[in-house]
């Protein structure tokens, strides 16, 4: 089946830092998402973003389907960014069941 | 609109004791999911749905039942607990294969 790989596992950022997180996967997807996971344990949907730029606020995403990698861009980090990232995704053969990385852990220090 | 709730936030039971995760959504959504995080392991799979009446296994189902009567409810049945199974829970739901994904708070279980 379908790899991912998230990269760094972790990353510790000053408030005001960019910072760039990279999914790689193996195979051809139509479904990608990026999360985040905060320090309270509550998942947020960020992005669906299967092909293509997306940005919304600090955020912006962008899938490179043919070179199979998604990055995720956070601009001027804020302490509220810290958690988890987490991307997920599928492809044609098996859309049912999304597969997921084991995510970047980000801190953001004030 | 209340999005995915499930219901209790809280649980510890004994070895041996059944319980029953619920969750329900209002967004007329397709597909519902349940997965388990565990510390180092990302989210698992549990059993998923992809309309009422069909349901599926993921990648870590034993010991776990589900059922899907209704479009909106798919709640998540421990046979005989495990301390094996102390986890925190999550159920989800979407669309359809390839629509953003939603998230339940979550469940925090311990099982003594």
Redesign the interface.
Known sequence: GIQVEQSPPDLILQEGANSTLRCNFSDSV??L?W?HQNPW?????LF?I?SGTKQNGRLSATTVATERYSLLYISSSQTTDSGVY?C?L?NAGN????I????TSLAVNP | NAGVTQTPKFQVLKTGQSMTLQCAQDMNHEYMSWYRQDPGMGLRLIHYSVGAGITDQGEVPNGYNVSRSTTEDFPLRLLSAAPSQTSVYFCASRSGANEKLFFGSGTQLSVL
Request: charged share 10%.
């Open positions: 139509n479904n998402q999360f344990g509550q998942l947020i949907n669906y299967p987490f997920a599928s859309n049912r069941k999304l997921w990385g084991l995510g």
